[in-house]
């Protein structure tokens, strides 16, 4: 199975910072690789399908960067609604594999 | 877009099988992948499995293997996953998703209790 390692698992920042999470695949996944937000008790909900692609309807201030092993989502400029918890997923092999999180706290 | 609406919530006991149903309106359904999701409580997530119905593709995690069914009703737009053999660590909450490059919809998740 490919590893998805995802750093930090945890980050506290204030509103409007920048913030950068990456992922780390143990093998190639190319560029199908996806960003997901999940607040608590929700289901997740997709920001960036393809590696860099902004899903519909969700805010320019998130990006996505990267293909192969390495790859990034940032948020731009912190906003109070987006403390939750962040995971990355590929799905260029299967089983398809989440990384373990990052919390997005409230500093 | 697709609307997922996923079956109640269950109190299983180990052992017992369950089966969670994914009924899709508003979309194709045979052509698009639908994925499996569970997130224990307190857990991340983790990937279950998918099916493409009209390709009749099916691939599941490994570590569920021989234990789950992931199958689809063309004829009524919904998705199913069977789990059997319950343990007490498949308690989590279990989402259904219809996702392709573009789109992504997903259920309201069913909360699976693995309980004597």
């Known amino acids: 199975d490919i590893q998805m390692t995802q750093s930090p698992s945890s980050l506290s920042a204030s509103v409007g910072d920048r913030v950068t999470i990456t992922c780390r695949a143990s093998?190639?996944?190319?560029?199908?690789l996806g960003w997901y937000q999940q607040k608590p008790g929700k289901a997740p909900k997709r920001l960036i399908y393809?590696?860099?692609s902004l899903q519909s309807g969700v805010p320019s201030r998130f990006s996505g960067s990267g293909s192969g092993t390495e790859f990034t989502l940032t948020i731009s400029s912190l906003q109070p609604e987006d403390f939750a918890t962040y995971y990355c997923l590929q799905h260029n092999v299967s089983p398809w594999t989440f990384g373990q999180g990052t919390r997005v706290e409230i500093k | 877009q697709v609307q997922l609406v996923q079956s109640g919530a269950e109190v299983k006991k180990p052992g017992s099988s369950v089966k969670v149903s994914c009924k899709a309106s508003?979309?194709?359904?045979?052509?698009?992948?639908f994925i499996w999701v569970r997130q224990a409580p307190g857990q991340g997530l983790e990937w279950v499995g998918r099916i493409i119905p009209s390709l009749g593709i099916v691939n599941s995690a490994q570590t569920l293997q021989g234990r789950i069914t992931i199958t689809a009703d063309k004829s009524t737009n919904t998705a199913y996953m069977e789990l059997n053999s319950l343990r007490y660590e498949d308690t989590a909450v279990y989402y259904c998703a219809s996702t392709t490059v573009t789109t992504d919809d997903w259920g309201q998740g069913t909360l699976i209790t693995v309980s004597s």
């Open positions: 393809a590696a860099s």
């Open positions: 093998q190639g996944v190319r560029k199908d």
């Open positions: 508003g979309g194709s359904f045979a052509g698009n992948p």
